[in-house]
T-cell receptor
Framework: RKEVEQDPGPFNVPEGATVAFNCTYS??????FFWYRQDCRKEPKLLMS???SGNEDGRFTAQLNRASQYISLLIRDSKLSDSATYLC?????????FGTGTSLTVIP | DTGVSQDPRHKITKRGQNVTFRCDPI?????LYWYRQTLGQGPEFLTY????????KSRLLSDRFSAERPKGSFSTLEIQRTEQGDSAMYLC?????????????FGPGTRLLVL
């Protein structure tokens, strides 16, 4: 079983739509959680950390459910510039595990 | 620019040749990670260092791969006798352990093509 599982998509949504991504992880002792954004042929860049209480950064909201071992990312009012691959990342304390990424394309 | 840097950005080599990549982490960061990423996949962990000590290596890291971080600053990743299957993006990331939440910052990667 993979440490981190994500729906690869692709998600194609119109501008202004709300889109949600989910990710599950297998190690219940995982310590910290992140969403990264990766543009085509570029390196991953930190989008936001994910806290148990949930956290919001502008149009982006991240949630963590430790009991069910899943992480979510909600993007409201999608912009063309949000088109990218979104990577779910879990830190077990010794290693960071990455999902395969979810591809998002925002259509005009 | 005080971010993570990697050199070279691109490398084309023939099968059987050796290649070496360099990573310079963010200066105050004590951990340095190497990953490999192929198309359609997330980054796969290869190895990491805390200061100069190599603390963990993935089973993906065959004996043809070796990494060093001799002074606890920059790191090198060497691949000997390259194979076509080694073609990938090699990413380096650094982090500061001891802060509230360890967060990784990535370099731009070295894209390797083995012919």
């Amino acid at each position: 079983r993979k440490e981190v599982e994500q729906d690869p998509g692709p998600f194609n949504v119109p501008e202004g739509a709300t889109v949600a991504f989910n990710c599950t992880y297998s190690n219940s002792a995982s310590q910290s959680f992140f969403w990264y954004r990766q543009d085509c042929r570029k390196e991953p860049k930190l989008l936001m950390s994910v806290y148990s209480s949930g956290n919001e950064d502008g149009r982006f909201t991240a949630q963590l459910n430790r009991a069910s071992q899943y992480i979510s990312l909600l993007i409201r009012d999608s912009k063309l510039s949000d088109s990218a691959t979104y990577l779910c990342v879990v830190n077990t304390g010794n290693q960071f595990y990455f999902g395969t990424g979810t591809s998002l394309t925002v259509i005009p | 620019d005080t971010g993570v840097s990697q050199d070279p950005r691109h490398k084309i080599t023939k099968r059987g040749q050796n290649v070496t990549f360099r990573c310079d982490p963010i200066s105050e960061h004590n951990r340095l990670y190497w990953y490999r990423q192929t198309l359609g996949q997330g980054p796969e962990f290869l190895t990491y260092f805390q200061n100069e000590a190599q603390l963990e290596k993935s089973r993906l890291l065959s004996d043809r791969f070796s990494a060093e971080r001799p002074k606890g600053s920059f790191s090198t990743l060497e691949i000997q006798r390259t194979e076509q299957g080694d073609s990938a993006m090699y990413l380096c990331a650094s982090s500061l352990v001891g802060s509230n939440s360890e967060t990784q910052y990535f370099g731009p990667g070295t894209r390797l093509l083995v012919l």
